[in-house]
């Protein structure tokens, strides 16, 4: 939400195709406008840090805007996880190749994220993982697990 | 889960406890329902009971998570200040480096701060004084007031504003609209996308309106630690004062 992470949208080739790399936060000021109309879409969120309710509402807008066309999410955000578990229509018709899932130290209170591949047949995060930060502690999901994963039910 | 006991408006007794989805409580909301606790413990939870005791009083008082002991208050007085704010506002509480709990209170943050700034003041006729759109300077007695503190339990905040319109229709409408109505919960209109309080809402263990019809209306919020906080453990209570 913050002054800093101004939202930003860039595109990259990638393996013969177009891969939209968005990132900040995606508010009232987004604009998608050199997004295409006549190919699949490959969207990498892995950049976006706040999502607030006038960007939600930019975000669906943009969805319904191009329903016709087959849509891509990669590496979401714990932001962009948490409103397609809120907002469904934030989802629409994309599907959901992989997630960042935020974990938490019971220990130092250390945070991180674990990537995880949906695609893959990863569709359990590990219940714990060992802290990079303390060395001593195991990280668990931060937050209620069966929440987090509403999205893909 | 437990089925959510119906609510009725006629009972004296304006406390409903037990252990509800948001979902439900959102359903209750939208009937009228001012003071609802979802709690393991129902009646004999201690927020309940204090809740329970505010019923018969004028004026009530705080709940005891509203009382966090190094609160900070900052007055707000155009949007343009509002992510300075916020920033200000998670180092201060020490949470900047916590990127998960952070991002959370800094949307907490911006969606109350938004709705006082963009639909706490209106014209003589009824309409939005501001627009969404523009950039606000507000007028002398109209800045926000903004509140936040940390504990090891979790972080106290609350945004007060001088014109007193949020209704307890309004939050309700908003509220079902926004759970049981998930294909049209967005609304096109030029002042937001009728998410935020839903949003807020979401997100926080307590929620807490006190309105003062046509004078001020302060929401206030608590958003429990990570190793505290339990989807099925919140209230909602909505006071309504010099009614």
């Not at chain 1, 329903?67 to 397609?84: D, E, G, L, W, Y």
């Not at chain 1, 591949?117 to 060992?130: F, H, N, Q, S």
Request: net charge neutral.
């Amino acid at each position: 939400m913050l002054l800093d992470n101004k939202f930003n949208l860039k595109k990259k080739f990638e393996d013969g195709r177009e891969v939209i790399y968005i990132s900040g936060n995606l508010d009232e000021d987004a604009r998608f406008d050199e997004v295409r109309k006549d190919q699949p879409l490959v969207f990498d969120m892995r950049g976006i840090v706040g999502v607030n309710s006038c960007g939600v509402r930019n975000w669906v807008n943009f969805m319904r805007d191009h329903k016709n066309q087959p849509i891509t999410f990669r590496h979401c955000s714990p932001a962009i996880v948490h409103q397609m578990n809120m907002v469904p229509s934030f989802k629409g018709h994309a599907q959901v190749f992989s997630i960042y899932v935020p974990y938490a130290c019971s220990h130092c209170d250390a945070e991180d994220r674990v990537f995880l591949d949906l695609v893959k047949g990863a569709r359990e995060a590990p219940t714990k993982v060992p802290c990079k930060n303390c060395k001593v502690g195991k990280m668990e999901i931060d937050g209620d697990e069966q929440q987090y994963f509403a999205f893909a039910a | 889960m437990s089925t959510a006991p119906k609510f009725d408006p006629n009972a004296n007794d304006q406390l409903i406890c037990g252990l509800f989805s948001k979902k439900e409580a959102a359903q209750m909301i939208a009937d009228g329902g001012t003071h609802i606790h979802s709690t393991t413990m129902g009646y004999r939870d201690e927020m309940a009971r204090f809740t329970s005791a505010l019923l018969n009083e004028k004026n009530p008082e705080p709940h005891p998570w509203q009382l966090v002991t190094n609160c900070r208050e900052v007055s707000l007085g155009s949007s343009g200040e509002r992510y300075k704010l916020i920033k200000r506002a998670t180092v201060d509480m020490g949470i900047f480096s916590r990127r998960g709990y952070s991002e959370k209170v800094e949307c907490v943050l911006e969606e109350l701060i938004t709705n006082g700034i963009y639909h706490a003041y209106a014209n003589a006729d009824g309409s939005h004084k501001y627009r969404r759109d523009s950039s606000v300077k507000l007028e002398d007695g109209e800045a926000l007031k903004v509140r936040y503190g940390a504990s090891q339990e979790g972080i106290f905040i609350s945004v007060e504003d001088q014109g007193g319109r949020l209704s307890l229709e309004d939050i309700g409408s908003a509220f079902y609209r926004c759970y049981y109505n998930q294909d049209n919960q967005i609304v096109e209109d030029e002042q937001g996308s009728g998410l935020g309080l839903y949003m807020v809402f979401d997100l926080v263990t307590h929620f807490r309106v006190d309105l003062y019809p046509g004078k001020r209306t302060v929401v206030s919020c608590w958003i429990a630690g990570r190793r505290i906080a339990h989807p099925s453990i919140f209230s909602f209570n909505f006071f309504k004062r010099g009614a």
